[in-house]
């Protein structure tokens, strides 16, 4: 479970201060498929940043599974991100001399898998990501968009995270493509019980998800919540 | 994919820049190598010299060397004088004699020929007294060329240069110059530059003090005239036998005779007289000091003391000078290459910021990232290394040797021997000179040097390459992903 306690993030720019993030609380049950909506600029990424520990905030707190990252060193931060987070970026983010399996294998070889592991690992996420086999060596430069994004999911599920953070995996690509994607996001959710929060600007998509967040002047305000079921059908 | 295959894979993804990095380094890497492997060269030969010249001193007589030159001969008493002078450890006398040829000199004159103006010799004190060896050493273009006014003087009136002739007097054959064979006398088991002999077979002469018919012959004049320990040979009509062949290490030097002292005294019918001494000095450091103290003892009006490594002095400094240039240049070559990778490799972080903050972002660790970039750095380095070495094995001996003939040129005008003696006259140091030294310095690149050199090279790169590895762990992922 995810607790996000009273979260800030300010930046100074000149002599003025912007809080982008300013107070933000929710949590997130284990499972549970939800979205963030929010203008350009509104602070979606800012937060995704905060919950994924690239940043730190300027107070507040975030607690995954009972530990709180508040007081974690860096080093801690670093293994809190390869072994509880998964990144899906809008720009895919994949290294572009690998190939789509190596890309899926780094985040398992960071955590000291073993290679045969790790290779089998890959094929069978890749697999579950509806890449074609025959593309699994192929080199990242090689693949479409829409293949692309579906690398960067797969290596974002490497290791098994408690948080799935998505930020406008859908921003890059075509319509159709985009849908494909988040319905991938919410299947893969269900069937590995991952918590997934997926910033988008896109209305319809965020219709798909069962939990709906609008981040407006730094705040958090969540729309109605729907049952589970009925975001499956 | 480990870090090492990514590293590998890193290296070549601009497979252009690869090549041409890879060149650069290895020019700088070769350059290195080739410093070091010159620098082992001449220290080794450095070191060498300094073991076979250290502490003799030469006493001729005054005016005259070897067979040159004009004064009063030395005498067997002077030994004694030389030998009471404080850290004076030996004292050889010598006495030379010029062979020649039976069948040569008969054309001139006939039976034993003394005080023959010799070839390219001058007046005093050289002996020549007949043999029936032939020299090991062809006149050649120098030889005919030196001796010039030697052999016009006894093929003069011959008549030889008219086709038909049937000169009575001639042997029919034109008087074709041949070298003269060295000769010497020696007081005990050494060469004239004081150096033990290196008999290869038989025996030495045992007491070198007393007259005796027996002879050292060297390698080469033994192979020329075939003969072995226990073969016979004459000098002056007498016959002696061979005792022992030696190898001097030069073909000059084999082209030799010893006989003890008093023997070769006795062939010259000079009792008491000495060519030379030898003179041992107990320390490198008392050379000097005991070169003046021995001048005093003899007296500069009779003796003349020469210090028998002057030349090759000034051949070992500057040789040391080339083996200092040679450090400085390997260092500067190895300082080079380190700042070519240093600088490659912050071109190659900031070029990949973007991916280290990707990597960072989905949980490598900073060492993880540093060392992939310090791996890719010394895969580049593996390459220039491979290339640089063969590079260097080509190119070491050209570039010793250029170091040297530079650094020589200037050696050369101070490498004269004392006395105005000119290279290697019979009897006189076989070591020619200083550049026939420098010349003798080979640098071949041996596998152990070439591997200490890239060890370096490793090792420099290592620390060039761990400065932008350093690098890579400030790099904050959400500063590179937020420019998206
Ligand atoms: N490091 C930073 N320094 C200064 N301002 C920043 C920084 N990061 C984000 N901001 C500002 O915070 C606001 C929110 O940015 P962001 O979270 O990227 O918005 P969104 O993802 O919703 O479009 C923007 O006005 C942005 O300029
Ligand atoms: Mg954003």
Redesign the pocket.
Known sequence: MIEVKDLVRQ?K?GDRT?K?VNGVSFELEKGTLASIV?K???????LLSLLGALDKPTSGDVVVDGVSLAGLPAGKLTEYRRRDIGFVFQQFNLIPNLSAVDNVMLPMEFAGMRKAARLERARSLLEQVQLDPEKQSRRINKLSGGEQQRVAIARALANEPKLILADEPTGNLDEQTGEHIIELLSSLSRDHNTTILVVTHDRSLAQKTERRFRLQQGKLSEETVRPRVAARA | MSVLARSVGNAFRNKIRTAAVVAVLAVAIGLALAMLVANQAVGGKVQELNASVGTVLTVNPAGAQGFDGGGEPLTTAQTATAAAVPNVVSVVGTKALRLETATAASTSTTGTATQQAGPGGGPGGGTSVTTNLQAAIDAGTLGNRNNTSGSTSGSTGSGSTGTGSTGSENTGTAPTFSLPITATGIGAEVDTAGKALNITSGTGLGDYTVASTKALVGTTLATKNNLKAGSTFTIADKTFTVAGIFDAGTTFGNNAVYTTLAEAQALAATPGELSSMVVTVNSMENVDAAKTALQTALGSSKADVTQGQRNLETAVSSLDSVKNISLVAFIAALGTAGLIILLIMVMLVRERRREIGVLKAIGARNRTIGLQFVLEALVLVALGSVVGAAIASFASDGIASALISSNSSTAATTQRGPGGAGFGGPGGNPFGGASQLLTSVTASASPGVIAAGVAAVFGVAVVGALVPALLTARIRPIEVL?GE
């Open positions: 930046f720019s912007i982008p929010g350009s600029g509104s602070g979606k990424s800012t | 937020r």
